[in-house]
């Protein structure tokens, strides 16, 4: 006995033109936001990377790369929901593609998410084994304002998240 096949789910999803629109809007708008302000960032990060004590070399090397690598998940966040505006048209969501732009943007948080807390741990490992001659020798403005700008990937990748979810939520949630 043999049963029919199940039926393919629907490949577009249609949505009022109002609601495109504003999704076609949104997602130029956050994804130009991110990508700004990761051109800001990077500038930041090099001008105040001077502030930290002399961290062990492994380390610093390490939190650095992971840092890098963590604005360039921003910039994939903000390219993946640029690309998210080429799959809504006037009344209609390719469900399809833009389901897999939103789970890229959940890998690129992920992804950040892991990297800003180890490049965190490899940094307070750095400052805590650092050779240090006097307590003031580190400028703790400088490190703290480092530390912020460090989270700064997460944050973004979480805005390029929220914003994914919220506009390109799946259909049964709307």
Same mark, same amino acid.
């Given at each position: 006995m043999s049963? #029919?096949?199940? @039926?393919?789910p629907p490949?577009?999803?249609w949505i009022p033109a109002p609601h495109a629109h504003r999704i076609r809007t949104t997602c130029r708008r956050v994804a130009l936001l991110l990508i700004t302000a990761c051109l800001v960032l990077v500038p930041l990060l090099a001008l105040l990377g001077g502030q930290l004590p #002399?961290?062990? @070399?492994?380390l610093g090397f390490f939190s650095w790369t992971l840092t890098g690598t963590s604005v360039v998940m921003v910039v994939l966040a903000?390219?993946?929901l640029l690309t998210a505006r080429r799959h809504v048209s006037a009344e209609h969501l390719d469900l399809r593609k833009v389901g897999e732009l939103r789970s890229g943007i959940v890998v690129a948080w992920a992804l950040s998410l892991f990297m800003t807390m180890s490049a965190f741990s490899g940094l307070s490992l750095g400052v805590?084994?650092?050779p240090i001659s006097e307590?003031?020798?580190?400028s703790w403005p400088g490190v703290w304002t480092l530390m912020l700008l460090l989270t700064m990937p997460l944050v973004l990748t979480s805005i390029a998240l929220v914003t994914g979810r919220r506009l390109l939520g799946s259909p049964q949630l709307r």
């Open positions: 049963y #029919p096949p199940p @039926p393919l490949r577009y999803l #002399p961290v062990y @070399p492994a903000g390219v993946f805590s084994m650092a307590p003031r020798d580190i």
